[in-house]
Each structure stands twice: as C-alpha cells, then as structure tokens.
C-alpha cells in the first residue's frame, strides 16, 4: 500500500501519540509512515494539518477519517517522517485518492466523532492488534519457560541480534561497555553513543516539555544507530538500512519491561 507513495526525505524514526505528530510538524509537509503488529498505514501531513490517513491489516483496512481515528485511539504509534516536496506531495494526494484515503471536510473528527460503521472496523482492527499482542506475549513466555527449564537463561541480546538487520549490541553505562554481542568495537561504539546521549540531554533541558529520554535513531546511508534506555545502562543497537524499526522497538520495550 505504502510502496505506491513516493518515498521522501527521511526525516527520522520515533515514537510518539497521533496528537504530538500533529503538534511537532508545523512545519513539516510529507508523508508519515506508520507500524502496528502486523499493519501499517500512512498519514499525509501538511503543515501539521492531515490531508489523508489509510491503515492496512490483513483482516481490516480503514481509510480517510477512520483511519486517522484509529491511530488517534492509540497512546503511542511507531512512525517515520519522509518530508515531499511539492510534486511528491501532489503525487502522493493523486495516490490518495485512488485509494479513498482523502480527509474530506465534513467527514467528522477524527479523534472524537465517527459512524457507527467506522465505530465497527476500528474495533474489529483493536480487537486483532491486541489478540495478536497477546499472542506475541504468550509465545515469548513459553520460549522463556523452556530455556529456564533446560538450565540457560534467556539472553535478550542475542535475540536482537538474531533479528534480521541487526549487527551488533551493545550495552553500557558511565562510558563503559557492560556487554556486547556481534562484530562491534566496543570502546568505540560507545564513546559514539555516549556523545549521542548528551546532545539528547541538551535537547532535553531545551524543550523539558517533552518528558524524558525514550530512544533515539541515528540514520546513515549504510546503517543506523539506535540508543535506548535499558534499566540503569543504555542499548546502542548497529543495525542495516533494511531493518524493521517497528519489531526492535518492540524487543527493546519487553527487554526494558524485564529489569
């Protein structure tokens, strides 16, 4: 669905609720890509105003203002900014429409007023995201429960590694590194993330509005750097262009649950 828009400039990967996206992009006009289980959707933004929403899942699709009212209804979406310049952008609405994906005036809002209709393939899509999460957690439990059964305990590191795109890990605190797996220079890698983490702190005590430090993604054209808090040490994750933000973040929320 999404590969039929143009791609844009990436601006950046992040987390954050459909409210802030609309607050932070004032002056921002492109596309923002969004991830959800096993769905992902797109929203065209102008000037913090959404001009056209779709959510694709293998059991539901929503389009327009439902669309734009599911990701509403949930408290943190993973998304990408590609800004567009003008063309792309009339590219991008031409795809739009085709799809039925145009926010049209009178519609309804779309965060607090929708059909009965619309009410309806929103919960069915809830309803699936949240069995699937279910699921999802059921699975890592029993996967748990065997590797303590056979005497190993569960080595959250290595399962990032193994995810495809993955390279490297690694963990660390004070400027030192605590653990690592994969082909990483460690003194390296860290004195790079630490760098990372103060121009964050910065930011931070710029705009304290924002809350605290959640994660960071550094793109470059070969690769990507992803930092992250983890207990009282931090992750710095080396992965491929190619990697999916959506499930790291997720791996990285359950190891960051665990301690």
Known sequence: MTDNLPDGTAIGEMQAPLRWIFSHTTRFSGVVRIRMQDGEGFMLVRKGEPLAAQFMHPLKSLS????????????????????????EMQAALAVSAEMQALLQPGNGS?????????????????????????????????????????G?????????????GVTAVACFADGLCTSSVGKIDADYTVAVAEDLLRWAFRLESIAPSHGEFVQMTIFYRDGNIIVAPYGNEYLCIITRPEVQFGRIRRMIREMQGRV
Do not use: C, M
């Open 64 to 87: 327009g203002p439902s669309a734009l009212k599911y990701f509403g209804s949930q408290p943190i979406l993973d998304f990408g900014l590609y800004r567009y310049e003008p063309g």
């Open 110 to 150: 779309p965060v607090t007023g929708q059909s009965a209709e619309n009410d309806g393939q929103e919960d069915v899509v809830a309803e699936t995201v949240e069995n699937e999460r279910q699921e999802d957690t059921g699975a890592g439990a029993a996967e748990h429960e065997v590797a303590a059964s056979s």
């Open 152 to 164: 190993d305990e569960p080595d959250p590191f290595g399962a990032l590694l193994r995810h495809p």
